[in-house]
């Protein structure tokens, strides 16, 4: 991995979208160190198309700068999208013609030196597929070629919206495998997003969160382990929830009733847990058991995707 820089690879300051009169990206400061894999999360509808397209330069932001490589991209647009690869929706393919073919179109077209053809198809893995006509491609292998196309003029940087949106499970195990191979062999930046943390929580380094708009967590994959660690919770199994909140009001403070003798609590120590047991005996309560449960990093990123709204 390249070393981080000062200047991040990319950087968004206040950026700010309106579809009419509608907010749909607000204020957003979004940090990409050089060299990480930036996964962009949200649900659907959350900003995260509009957002990419933001970056790239598609659509004017109304308030707020994109700024890339340390530089302004509304000033040094064509010079700056040279460095940058983009896969956004499905890639517009020449059905009738291979892989290759479709890889030499483009290469053509752009300028590229020949040999970059057998580069970017090894790359994405479809050199033995490269002599079948792209209409017999899978979803998945449409994908890859599509980032073939991207990745032909070699760009520091890859903008990847939902490249796995609608592969069946190995296509997202395959293009997991070619984000990783391209960040870390290949020392491209990446932005992939993707409304399902689970896609790509084994690939990415860094973590954007985005609900309505709105940046909610912004981070790298420890930090957000550390929020995840941090809303772990005490289940607790016993013959009544209510007996035992009326009797313990004190060491059950803040616990929820999650079954007619489940309680939930926020984990707070191991001698709170110990104190707790010896209260519950002491009370004459039968203690069937008593745990710690870890939230998964998708309910950690449901709650802060919800918590967003709720606010
Ligand atoms: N052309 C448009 N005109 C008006 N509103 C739009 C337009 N495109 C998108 N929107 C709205 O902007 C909001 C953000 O859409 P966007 O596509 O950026 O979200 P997303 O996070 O990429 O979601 P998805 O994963 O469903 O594509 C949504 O509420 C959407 O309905």
New binding site residues.
């Given amino acids: 991995m390249k070393p981080a820089t000062a200047t991040p690879l990319l950087e968004t300051h206040d950026l700010s979208f309106r579809?009419?009169a509608?907010p749909?990206?607000h204020e957003l400061n979004l940090r990409v160190e050089a060299g990480s894999i930036y996964g962009f999360l949200?649900?659907?509808?959350?900003?995260?198309?509009?957002?990419?397209?933001l970056l790239l330069g598609l659509l004017r932001p109304a308030t707020g700068s994109v700024q890339l490589f340390g530089h302004d991209l509304a000033r040094h647009r064509v010079a700056l999208l040279g460095r940058v690869g983009a896969l956004i929706e499905s890639p517009s393919l020449y059905d009738h013609l291979t892989g290759r073919e479709n890889v030499e179109a483009t290469r053509r077209l752009r300028g590229v030196p020949a040999p970059r053809t057998a580069e970017v198809l090894a790359l994405v893995g479809l050199t033995a597929d490269a002599h079948r006509p792209a209409r017999e491609y899978s979803l998945g292998m449409r994908q890859r070629l599509g980032l073939a196309l991207a990745l032909l003029p070699d760009p520091d940087l890859l903008l990847l919206?939902?490249p796995t949106?609608g592969l069946d499970p190995t296509g997202i195990i395959e293009m997991r495998a070619l984000l990783r191979s391209l960040g870390h062999e290949h020392g491209k930046t990446i932005v992939v997003?993707s409304?399902l943390i689970s896609e790509i929580e084994k690939t990415v380094t860094h973590v954007g969160v985005?609900q309505r708009?709105r940046l909610v967590f912004q981070g790298s994959l420890p930090d957000l382990q550390r929020l995840q660690a941090g809303r772990a919770q005490l289940v607790l199994e016993t013959a009544s929830a209510d007996t035992c909140r009326n009797l313990l009001p004190r060491l059950l403070a803040g616990a929820t009733v999650a079954g007619p003798g489940t309680l939930h609590l926020p984990w707070l120590s191991r001698e709170h847990a110990a104190e707790l047991a010896a209260g519950l005996v002491a009370a004459g309560q039968p203690l069937y058991s008593l745990h710690q449960e870890q939230p998964s990093l998708e309910d950690t990123f449901l709650h802060l995707t919800e918590a967003a709204v709720n606010e």
């Fill in positions: 579809f009419g509608r749909v990206v949200g649900p659907n509808g959350a900003g995260k198309s509009t957002t990419m397209r919206d939902e949106n997003s409304h985005i708009g």
